[in-house]
């Protein structure tokens, strides 16, 4: 099933963590209750450091982890604003299992997070952002070369990383983030 084209679209680039979680701050800071996510990249890529960003952004209690064996994390609001629902789908086969978590009940309140939520969670929302982090192969230049996407390793704490943020659906037809 070929995704439509998005309203609008944009590719950044970070240079580390901490760039990848200034540029979610702002995205989280402009985000509404409803406003739904879906985070996709390979394991590793930052999803869970992006979803830290956009926390702080939201103003949300901190303590954003993987939420892997939990599947979902609320983290109430601090500033009146929505909380921040951060789920973790890897684990999940589908839009089935998804909706076992009841997530639909809060998401009008909530800003709602899915890493690993593409191709599963499209139908939550009739609106939503996704967001796509790749890691760059090293020392090349991002282009149109083989993906060299070989190394796995945790250790390196400051690496380039391309996020496209993408939006589809009605909830951002007049909304620009970037
Ligand atoms: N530019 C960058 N942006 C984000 N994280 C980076 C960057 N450069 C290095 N890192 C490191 O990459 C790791 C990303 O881990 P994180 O848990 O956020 O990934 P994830 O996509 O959530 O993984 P998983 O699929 O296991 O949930 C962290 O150790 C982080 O410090
Ligand atoms: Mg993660």
């Given at each position: 099933m070929q995704p439509p084209e998005p309203l609008w679209s944009a590719e950044l680039n970070t240079c580390g963590p901490e760039s990848t979680q200034e540029l979610a701050a702002r995205i989280g800071s402009s985000l509404r209750a409803g406003d739904l996510l879906l985070l996709t990249g390979e394991l590793g890529a930052g999803k869970t450091t992006f979803t830290q960003g956009?926390?702080?952004?939201?103003?949300?209690r901190e303590g954003i982890i993987s939420p892997t064996f939990v599947l979902s994390r609320i983290h109430p609001s601090l500033t009146g604003?929505?909380?921040?629902?951060h789920v973790d789908a890897y684990r999940l086969s589908g839009i089935d299992e998804l909706e076992d978590l009841d997530l639909e009940q809060g998401m009008d309140r909530s800003v709602t997070v899915i890493e690993w939520g593409a191709g599963k969670a499209e139908q939550l929302s009739d609106s939503r952002l996704e967001v796509t982090l790749t890691r760059?192969?090293?020392?090349?230049?991002?282009?149109s070369?083989?993906?060299l996407q070989l190394d796995f390793s945790e250790s390196e704490d400051d690496e380039p990383r391309t996020i496209t943020v993408a939006a589809f659906g009605p909830a951002w037809m007049d909304r620009r983030l970037f």
């Open positions: 956009l926390g702080a952004g939201l103003g949300v604003g929505p909380d921040l629902v760059e192969s090293g020392s090349t230049m991002s282009g070369g083989e993906p």
